[in-house]
């Protein structure tokens, strides 16, 4: 994932959805997506849905 939102440049990346996998693992990549500069990441419930 990192590699492919690599050649997106951080600040313009409006929002980043983690749908796949299970909660943990969702968490740890959240938190590696933090670390690298990416903000405003959602894990979203099941069901839940978010205007775009």
């Given amino acids: 994932m990192l590699n492919y939102l ?4 951080v600040n313009e990346v409006q ?3 983690l749908v796949h996998g299970e909660i943990k693992r969702q968490t ?9 500069g990416y903000s405003n990441i ?3 419930a099941k069901g839940q ?3 775009v």
Wanted: with cysteine.
């Fill in 6 to 9: 690599s050649c997106q440049k």
């Fill in 28 to 36: 740890v990549w959240k938190q590696h997506l933090t670390e690298a």
């Fill in 49 to 51: 849905s978010f205007e």
């Fill in 42 to 44: 959602e894990i979203p």
């Fill in 15 to 17: 929002k980043v959805f």
